[in-house]
């Protein structure tokens, strides 16, 4: 048996893909039986037909693949067969191992390469070129940077977004104000209103340190110490902050009885006290007016053992600088006394009385060429003239004129003239409410071209 065997195994026309496996012996055995004997000790076997599995005589004819080859196609897996009879009796579960060998093996995945870096951008490129760059490549607009938005807090800007408001002010006065209280129909301010607003916010000016303002006059008479008065008085109820009015006339002034006098005490008192610490120890020596105007008189001319003198004008006004925002000093009509070149030395604005008429025309002309010659070119840029209508009635000079020959000297707008008022002639204590509509107007024109000054750098 072992010969038919070899005959049948290796036969010239056998091949090696043909030949039959343990697994194909066994199920044609189980099939057909024991085969039968022919002789004694021998027997006849006749091999019967070998089914030819398609696949493998392709599998067959064609030239093995390298070993180093991977196939992507990978062939159906045959359905596990069912348990056979052996020839002992013995039932064996056939193996569940896949097919084997470098053609069936799984195709591994190949490693992805890894990704360049992206080229490190060139010192020469600035930011702007870098994101017009990734633009043309995008299509989209890039996203602006911290560095080209820059440091700016948006809190800033909201300061230049105007606000609208839902509720208009009603008129204080005239007849839209009595159309508001009948009907309740609010038209606003008048023009006359929003006009003096503009006046009071100038007035308004927050003054560098302690800004001083002198008034001058030549002639006596031409109303200085009332212009003072009533000048103080509306810088002190507009503003709302700490005035001083001091009377600088060596010559006697008057300046405590127009204001109204509270205190006796002079500006010499208070140079001679040394324990000055305190706003309220320079209040001690001052009076106060209905416009919270504080007023330093001078001392008693009949009284007095010297003049007043520059010294003394310095001294002050080093003390009460410290306390008072706005000193005006009530000066005499020389220029050349010793008080007013103090006072000229010192002040930051400067106020130019006149009288309506031709003569105190030309002593306010003189005062402003002592100035121009006498180095005060720049503070004749910072004054006021005033023209003062002391008398009443019609003047013999023309008015129009006058102002304008002095606006040639001054800056434009600050030639103010200044109506008769009956409560300045009468000589007593002046007060603000009390002046005629007119007069106080002028007075608050006055004070708004003086404010006009108090945020300049130009400062003695």
Known sequence: ????????????????????????????????????????????????????????????????????????????????????????????????????????????????????????????????????????????????????????????????????????????????????????????????????????????????????????????????????????????????????????????????DRAGRQSAATIADLLSDKELARYNDIRAYTSMNGSNLEVLSSDDYSAARREFNDEDWKDATTIVSRYYNLVLADCGAGLFQPAARGVLSTVSGLVIVASASIDGARQAAITMDWLRQNGYQDLLGRSCVVINHVVPGRPNIDIEDLVQQFERHVPPGRVIVLPYDKHIAAGTEIQLDLLGKDFRRRVIELAAALSDDFDRLERR
């Open 1 to 256: 048996m072992s010969a038919d065997y070899d005959r049948l195994f290796h036969s010239s026309g056998s091949s090696v893909d043909a030949m039959p496996t343990a697994d194909d012996a066994d199920r044609d055995v189980a099939a057909t039986g024991p085969a039968p004997t022919t002789g004694p000790g021998r027997s006849e076997v006749t091999p019967p037909a070998m089914p030819v599995d398609p696949n493998k005589t392709q599998a067959a004819s064609a030239p093995a693949p390298r070993q180093t080859e991977v196939t992507t196609q990978m062939p159906a897996a045959r359905p596990a067969a069912p348990p056979r009879p052996q020839p002992n009796g013995m039932m064996r579960t056939p193996k569940a191992t896949g097919p084997a060998g470098a053609r069936f093996e799984q195709q591994r995945p190949a490693p992805m390469p890894a990704p360049r870096p992206a080229p490190a951008p060139s010192q020469h490129f600035t930011e702007s070129q870098s994101e017009m760059d990734l633009v043309r490549r995008v299509g989209q607009p890039a996203q602006t940077s911290a560095a080209t938005i820059g440091n700016h807090r948006a809190i800033d800007a909201l300061s230049h977004v105007g606000v609208k408001s839902a509720v208009k002010m009603p008129s204080q006065r005239g007849w839209r104000h009595l159309l508001y209280v009948l009907t309740r129909i609010n038209l606003g301010l008048s023009p006359d209103e929003l006009y003096e607003m503009d006046l009071h916010t100038r007035i308004r000016r927050n003054a560098r340190d302690s800004y001083q303002i002198g008034v001058f006059g030549l002639k006596g008479g031409v109303g200085k110490t009332a212009i003072t008065v009533s000048l103080g008085s509306a810088l002190s109820k507009v503003r709302g902050d700490r005035i001083l009015a001091i009377d600088a006339d060596p010559d006697g002034g008057n300046l405590a």
